[in-house]
Each structure stands twice: as C-alpha cells, then as structure tokens.
C-alpha cells in the first residue's frame, strides 16, 4: 500500500522488461495517490514499451505464418 514502493517497484520492472507487471502496479500508485505527477511519466514509457513489444511480436508471426 506504499505507493513509493510500489512505484521504485514499477521502476525496476520496467528496467527488467516486465511491462505488465510494471503497469499493474502503476494502476495501483494511481489508486492511492491520483495527485502524484511521476506516474503518468512512467506510465506513458511503460505503455510505448508494451506497443513496442507486441509490434515486434505481430512482426515475428508474420514471418513464421505469412
């Protein structure tokens, strides 16, 4: 329920590549601290990251299946 936790939290799942895991406990900063100017930061970075990652995975089927 620390939001300064969970939000170095968030940062060093980022940093690692899990995205996912990063965003869900970004949501969960915003729930408890909706004023706090820093997580729509890294929330933004995190959302690119995941489009990044699910247009290189759209790629790589491509070229197995197409």
Do not use: H, S
């Not at 939290?9 to 949501?27: C, I, S």
């Amino acid at each position: 329920e620390c939001v300064k936790a969970l939000f170095r939290r968030a940062t060093a799942r980022e940093q690692k590549g899990m995205y996912d895991e990063a965003k869900a406990d970004l949501n969960r900063c915003l729930e408890l601290a909706p004023e706090d100017k820093a997580v729509p930061k890294l929330m933004t970075r995190v959302d690119a990251q995941i489009a990044r990652q699910k247009a290189k995975e759209k790629k790589m089927y491509g070229k197995m299946f197409g």
